[in-house]
């Protein structure tokens, strides 16, 4: 997703390079089933998208400092951590392409290591020496969770609306691309008014590149998309495609989402991608990614103009991109 970006090919890849050496570091234990656990999940590698806002929000200020790489891995600690409870949660058995934690090691060994990377997270952030860092990251995380237990709720409701869908994505998902963007901000010196477009920045991006992964629910190639087709609706997620069908589809699309919803059966699978494709909520679905995607580059106007912030505008451009 960004090797094709330039920036990424003349910068960036060396920036992850630094740091990968933290977060190696980092997950290492005493304790051998944490080192192994830790190492297997962050060994999968992933888009590394949050640690790369992180340190673009700061490069696009003129930081340039060791504690950006700490910061970012510290963000990427904390989105591994979820994910690691969220397979729980999910009874998800592949993630990035493999096999998750939890089906290899037993839910109770993912769920610990997930603990403790949250907590070797905080670990990182307080080497920040920032209050402010501290704040942002304990906000946020008590969000993300929140997030979580509304995601939770939301199983199965054929009753949510849009409003409220967009509200669980923002809490689970796009917060930590808000936080990962405000630290590295923070860190760089920003004034208000560019702390509080870059944490603006990360929100939108974050919320554009959920609504594309539930497009990828349905349009997705398992390969590409680390993990199968149809998951959402086998957990009875009311994801957008779906509260679409269920508001502007046929009577007969609306009563099989509903249906399919409530019985949380992957069986249902076939006949509900029948009815998306042959309605327009996928598209609906992109031209809300892509106005997200939008109101994040407009974000990035107060900011000087240079490779980092470029680079940020292609990135916002790119989370929309996968499904193109």
Sequence with gaps: MLENLPYFQQNLAADLGRVDVVINRAVQSEVALISQIGTYII????????????????R??????????????????????????????????????RKT???????????????????????????SGSMKILEVMADATNIIAEGEVMQLMNIGNIDITEAQYLQVIQYKTAKLFEAAAQVGAILAGASAEQEAALRDYGMYVGTAFQIIDDVLDYSGDPEQ?????????????????????????????????????QNADRSYFEKIHAHVAASDALSYCIEQAKAAAGKAAACLDVLPDNEATRAMRQLAEVSVARVM
């Design 43 to 58: 060994s999968a590698g992933g888009k590394r998208l949050r640690p790369v806002i992180t340190i673009l929000s700061g």
């Design 60 to 97: 696009a200020l003129g930081c340039d400092n060791d504690g950006l790489y700490s910061l970012a891995a510290m963000v990427e600690f904390i989105h591994t951590s979820t994910l690691l409870h969220d397979d729980v949660v999910d009874e998800s058995e592949l993630r990035r392409g």
């Design 101 to 127: 934690a939890n089906n290899l090691f037993g839910n109770a060994a993912a769920v610990l290591v997930g603990d403790f990377l949250y907590t070797r997270a905080f670990q990182l952030m307080v080497g």
């Design 225 to 261: 998309i680390g993990k199968n087709v149809g998951d959402d609706l086998a957990e009875g997620k009311p994801t957008l495609p779906l509260i679409y069908l269920m508001n502007q589809g046929s009577q007969a699309a609306a009563a099989d989402v509903r249906a399919a919803l």
